[in-house]
């Protein structure tokens, strides 16, 4: 197995907060310590990116994703622990960071470029390069004090992904840029991907996590909530951030029954997973047997990938459709009706239980399909599924 490109050991960071403001010198040096107290931004946090990877860095505000960002890129020393690296690393961290505001666009680039290890030379290979993508030919001799924040970002972005580096680290500025700019970063980003450069992105776009990241890192209170692939760690923030039940398990259930596999799709051949608005959705669960039960209770939710909020919960029980008893494989599937779903992105739970309620085999929001194309943001909830039931 390789060894990790980027290694987190440990790092824990504290700052040292004062209580109250001495409102002058005098105050301030007779002020007792115990006005002063410590706030652990990071606490004990480890994990590795290997080569080529791309991770997610998420969490909620305040979880310590930014300054975690920093003491990897060294603009921070951890209190504890250490960061270890190979090869050049670019980071795009704040509107401006690296930036001199009384120098114009052009000395920036060229000053940046040198923090970054690049000659006068190299810069010159690269400087029309950087200028073209970030589209600001007629700005480059200003002050880059004069720059509206979109301004910075589109030179920031663009001075870090031309200097070659192996790893590159990008905090939530993108979302600064426009919409067409930031489709041209998750594309050059792409690039990168393919070229075996490493990437670690701090984002609350958690759609961008599933589809760039290969690798997702939860941070919560400084320390590290969850470590998994991106959809995981998604389901699980979503959970923390706008679940309102505290018992929320990912997966439970005593397993006679168990959930072997899910597929979500049109039902139409379609691609697995992606639907358009006016499509009917189909939900087909294979269940496998390792303890004969008398009778089943299927069941699967529907949630918006927005809200987080159900918008279809059907059971096979409520629906009058008996299910049992169940002793070999079993195929169900549910045919929701046609309909205009918004664009976006839903997630599906899925449940098997008895008809009194014991949980076999349960999935919360374990699976997800995508809804392309611009619909007429109709979805309804209380859509009533048919159920159709073959042994395998």
Known sequence: MTEPILEVEGVSKRFRLSKERPSSLKRRLLSSRSSVEDFWA???VTFGVREGGATGLVGPNGSGKTTLLKCIAGILRPT???VRYRGRVAALLELGAGFHPELTGRENVYLNASFLGLSRRDTDRVYAEIV??????GFMESQVKFYSSGMLVRLGFSVAVHVGPDILLVDEVLAVGDEAFQRRCLERIGQFQREGRTIVLVTHALDTVIDVCDRAVMLDHGSVHLEDEPAAVVRELRRVLLSDDPNFVPEEGTRE???ARVRIGDGAGGPG???HPGDRLVIEVDVSVHRPVQA??????VLSGVSNRPLVVAHTAELGVPIGPVDRATRIRFRLPPTDWEPGRYFVTVGLESPEGHRYHVQTQRYFFQVDGGGSHRARVGLVPQVEIEAL
Request: proline share 0%.
């Open 42 to 44: 990071l606490r004990d």
């Open 80 to 82: 504890r622990g250490r």
């Open 132 to 137: 073209a993508f970030s589209e600001l030919e």
């Open 257 to 259: 029954l168990e959930i």
């Open 273 to 275: 997973g992606m639907i």
């Open 296 to 301: 089943l209770d299927a069941s699967f939710a």
